[in-house]
């Protein structure tokens, strides 16, 4: 008796706090930082613009290592120029760009390359149709994500351990 009420308990509580299928930090957060640091400007900067920071980092280093490896594919893969803007800049666009509700499901670093669009002046046209192809891309990672079969994976790699041991 005692164990069917923890068991009960447990999956009650696992379904209150479960949490979204989320595959990127995107708008949505981006816009939600102002609330949690109680609408502190100074704060606020400081959070977004170590995300800034830790995105280009990051993105130097993967870049660095895959040109370590094959330079040309490095190049191919990270050509897109995301340091055009200073970091201020990059804050302010973004704020700007997630004010539109379409844009608050585009991840952060996809933001981050069409605030360097707008910086570089590219036309407006190539912007929007990265814009337009970012969130059909998302759109089409999340349908897989909600139709994707749990039970079915789980099977697959069940067969795939038992076959190797």
């Known amino acids: ?3 069917n009420i923890l068991i009960i308990s447990i999956l ?3 379904i209150c706090f479960s949490q979204d299928n989320r595959l990127f930090w995107d708008g949505r957060e981006w816009n939600s930082i102002r609330k949690k640091v109680n ?3 100074e704060i606020e900067y400081k959070l977004k613009s170590t995300y800034i920071n830790g995105v280009l980092d990051g993105r130097l280093y993967g870049y660095l290592k895959t040109w370590s490896e094959n330079a040309m594919i490095a190049n191919e893969v990270f050509g897109e120029q995301v340091d055009y803007l200073t970091v201020r800049e990059t804050v302010k666009s973004l704020n700007h760009f997630y004010e539109d509700p379409l844009n ?3 991840p952060i670093p996809s933001a981050i390359v069409i605030a360097n669009l707008y ?3 590219v036309p407006i046209n190539v912007i929007e149709k990265y814009i337009q192809d970012s969130r059909d891309w998302v759109n ?3 349908l897989e ?3 994707l079969n749990y039970s079915k994976l789980i099977e697959e790699k069940y067969l795939n351990y038992k076959d190797k041991n």
Do not use: A, V
């Open 119 to 121: 910086g570089k002046r």
């Open 12 to 14: 009650i509580l696992s």
């Open 140 to 142: 089409s990672l999340t």
């Open 39 to 41: 609408f502190i400007d």
């Open 104 to 106: 608050s499901y585009i």
């Open 1 to 3: 008796m005692i164990k």
């Open 145 to 147: 994500l909600d139709t």
